[in-house]
Structures are given as structure tokens and as C-alpha cells.
């Protein structure tokens, strides 16, 4: 039997580019509900421009046909992307692709697939230079604040990463040294927009092809902001930041 559009893999469904929307190693694998599956290639098809702004997308007959599906199923996924802002629904005249403007990028999936494929070739830029200065912002409040045991769990996500084997365990150990000061900031709305764009960005390919050398880059980089750190030199904490997020994302 032939393979839907729901149950291909990234690879036979889409060219090696855009893997990263699926293909995540440094994230664990689950299960998709059929309507989640359906509304995410839906989601990708309207940001790669494949149906542009004020088309229609095809009938709910026809997207049951192409995946597969039942009818509720195919419902459900069409109400997903009027809720993320990427279509709007007109009775007895279909449901038409909303203007970029309209589009919901708060929405984990419709940020990580603007994002991984780059969407006027900035996107990914401008979320780096957002999350630098997001990060910025946590740690001037948080460094002031810093505790011996602050301190102490920073060097233990350090020396974990110099230790760690897998992409998943070294970026674990990452998200980890990263939470210590973002949460000792306080700060609950820039944190959460933080690990948003954090848990939505696909890492550089770089990352996937050697991600030892990757990050014992990026270890050398959290040693000078944990040093800095430590040792009451703010300003310098900052600048080993800023380097970190940019030479590590960009």
C-alpha cells in the first residue's frame, strides 16, 4: 500500500532541507495524533508559500482523500490553523490563507516551521537577535542575584556536557546551565519566551554533523560566562553570552 502524506517519513515526504522540521536528534521521538500529523504538513505547505496568501485550501473531502483520514480528523486540523491564525474559515466559500501578519509565530509549531525554513531568509536571524536580547535582559537581573548554589549547579551542567555522548544528553546539559540564571531572574514572561524560541529552533546543521565539536565550542563559551560570573564580572558575563548565542545559532 502506498505511503499518505500523514505516515511518510521527513525523508521521503520532504527534501533533506527541510528535515529539521521533524527530524529533531536531539529530541526524543513520539507518537502524532492523525489530526496533528494532517495540520502540521498543512502548516508547512502555507509558510513554504506552496498555497499563497488568499488561496483556498482544498476541500475537506479532498484533504480526507490525500491523508487518508476521516472527516473529523481533517476538521479538526483545518480548526487548528484558524486558531494559529493561518487561515480563515468562510462559510460556503472555503477557507482562505491569512496574510503573514495574522499568523500566530507564539505557536510552538507554526514557529518552529516559519524557523526551520527560514521564511523571508531573516527569520532565523531575527529569532537569534530576539533571544540574545532576551537572554541579555535575564542574566543582567539574574547576576546580581547569583547564589553559591547557582554556582555550583553551572559548573555541574559544564562538566556533564565535557562528559556527555549524545546530542540529546549535551543538550540537555545546555538547557540546563541556561535555566540557572533564567530562573534565578524571576522573570516568567521573557523565560518563557526564551524557551520557546529555544525549544522551536533547530540547531545549525553543524550541530547534527559533529555535535562534539559543536559543543565543546560552546562549553569553552559557558566557562567564561560561569568564571565571569563567579567572580563578580558582569559585563564580561554578557559579552561571553552574546558571543555564545551567536557563534552557536547562527
Known amino acids: 500500500?502506498?505511503?499518505?502524506?500523514?505516515?511518510?517519513?521527513p525523508a521521503e515526504s520532504r527534501d533533506a532541507d527541510a528535515d529539521p522540521l521533524w527530524n529533531r536528534p536531539d529530541r526524543p521521538k513520539r507518537p502524532r495524533r492523525l489530526s496533528t500529523a494532517v495540520s502540521e504538513e498543512l502548516v508547512r505547505r502555507i509558510v513554504a508559500g506552496e498555497y499563497p496568501v488568499g488561496t483556498l485550501l482544498p476541500p475537506?473531502?479532498?484533504?480526507v482523500a490525500e491523508f487518508e483520514v476521516s472527516r473529523p480528523v481533517a476538521r479538526e486540523a483545518v480548526k487548528y490553523l484558524e486558531a494559529a491564525g493561518?487561515?480563515?474559515?468562510?462559510?460556503?466559500?472555503?477557507?482562505?490563507?491569512?496574510?503573514?501578519?495574522?499568523?500566530?509565530?507564539?505557536?510552538?509549531?507554526?514557529l518552529r516551521i516559519a524557523l526551520a525554513l527560514n521564511v523571508d531568509e531573516r527569520m532565523r536571524g531575527d529569532a537569534v537577535a530576539l533571544r540574545l536580547h532576551l537572554e541579555l535582559s535575564l542574566l543582567e537581573e539574574a547576576a546580581p542575584l547569583m547564589t553559591?548554589?547557582?554556582?555550583?549547579?553551572?559548573?555541574?551542567?559544564?562538566?556533564?556536557?565535557?562528559?556527555?555522548?549524545s546530542l540529546e544528553d549535551l543538550t540537555a546539559a545546555d538547557l540546563a546551565f541556561h535555566q540557572v540564571y533564567q530562573s534565578r531572574a524571576g522573570?516568567?514572561?521573557?523565560?518563557?519566551?526564551?524557551?520557546?524560541?529555544?525549544?522551536?529552533?533547530?540547531p545549525p546543521g553543524r550541530v547534527f554533523a559533529d555535535p562534539r565539536a559543536s559543543y565543546d565550542k560552546a562549553n569553552v563559551q559557558h566557562r567564561a560566562i560561569y568564571d565571569a560570573l563567579r567572580e563578580g564580572r558582569f559585563d564580561d558575563a554578557k559579552t561571553a553570552l552574546r558571543a555564545h548565542v551567536t557563534e552557536m545559532w547562527m
Request: glycine fraction near 6%; hydrophobic fraction near 40%.
Open 1 to 9: 500500500m502506498a505511503k499518505t502524506a500523514v505516515d511518510r517519513t
Open 60 to 63: 475537506e473531502p479532498q484533504l
Open 86 to 110: 493561518l487561515v480563515t474559515i468562510r462559510q460556503g466559500d472555503g477557507t482562505a490563507v491569512r496574510a503573514r501578519p495574522w499568523w500566530n509565530l507564539t505557536d510552538p509549531t507554526v
Open 148 to 165: 553559591d548554589e547557582d554556582l555550583r549547579e553551572m559548573q555541574a551542567s559544564v562538566e556533564r556536557m565535557d562528559t556527555a555522548t
Open 187 to 202: 522573570n516568567l514572561l521573557t523565560g518563557g519566551i526564551v524557551h520557546l524560541l529555544v525549544a522551536e529552533m533547530p
